[in-house]
T-cell receptor, first 111, second 112 residues
């Protein structure tokens, strides 16, 4: 079975630009969560979606937005990029339990 | 105070050693608990869920103490391949949200 997939794997952007990251969950999983991980820290929760509805939002500015599509895939959008947005962005999918399974991540570098 | 606190390490142990990690969490409403393993520049991988009765998976044993709000992970007979960062994770059901809260991780280096 395919695991969680994310694209792109790496991305370099300039300050002020916009970025869209994509995620496809494990087949049968209806919930997708997004996390940001900066070097030396654990992942920080950004958003959770279930059946296309936002279920929760972490402590991130409004420049961060996301959505989930009918096929349960998801996009994370970040506007007006700052240097501090450079991080590994992780997508996790979950089924009926609390267990979440992560994709390989998108490594974003903002210059 | 962080919601989930771990000793960052590193823990440097020889092959075959037994090593234990602890973590504490601050939200008494936390309902689910996990240990994830993360290799350098890779995604976290679920190592094991942690149950109130304690649970074991091969060389790994996890314990939960709800009264003291701490979670432990014991690794017996350490292998070189166990070298990684171990993340303590808690989950709280809050208005339908099942987000995970991660500690900063404990780094383990197993040496030959």
């Amino acid at each position: 079975d395919a695991g969680v997939t994310q694209s792109p794997t790496h991305l370099i952007k300039t300050r002020g630009q916009h970025v869209t990251l994509r995620c496809s969950p494990i087949s049968g999983h209806k919930s997708v969560s997004w996390y940001q991980q900066v070097l030396g820290q654990g992942p920080q929760f950004i958003f959770q979606y279930y059946e296309k509805e936002e279920r929760g939002r972490g402590n991130f500015p409004d420049r961060f937005s996301a959505r989930q599509f009918p096929n349960y895939s998801s996009e994370l959008n970040v506007n007006a990029l700052l240097l501090g947005d450079s991080a590994l962005y992780l997508c996790a999918s979950s089924g009926d339990t609390y267990e979440q399974y992560f994709g390989p991540g998108t490594r974003l570098t903002v210059t | 105070r962080k919601e989930v606190e771990q000793d960052p390490g590193p823990f440097n142990v020889p092959e075959g050693a037994t090593v234990a990690f602890n973590c504490t969490y601050s939200n008494s409403a936390s309902q689910s608990f996990f240990w994830y393993r993360q290799d350098c520049r890779k995604e976290p991988k679920l190592l094991m869920s942690v149950y109130s009765s304690g649970n074991e998976d091969g060389r790994f044993t996890a314990q939960l103490n709800r009264a003291s709000q701490y979670i432990s992970l014991l690794i017996r007979d350490s292998k070189l391949s166990d070298s990684a960062t171990y993340l303590c994770v808690v989950s709280t059901l809050d208005t339908g949200r099942r987000a995970l809260t991660f500690g900063s991780g404990t780094r383990l280096q197993v040496q030959p």
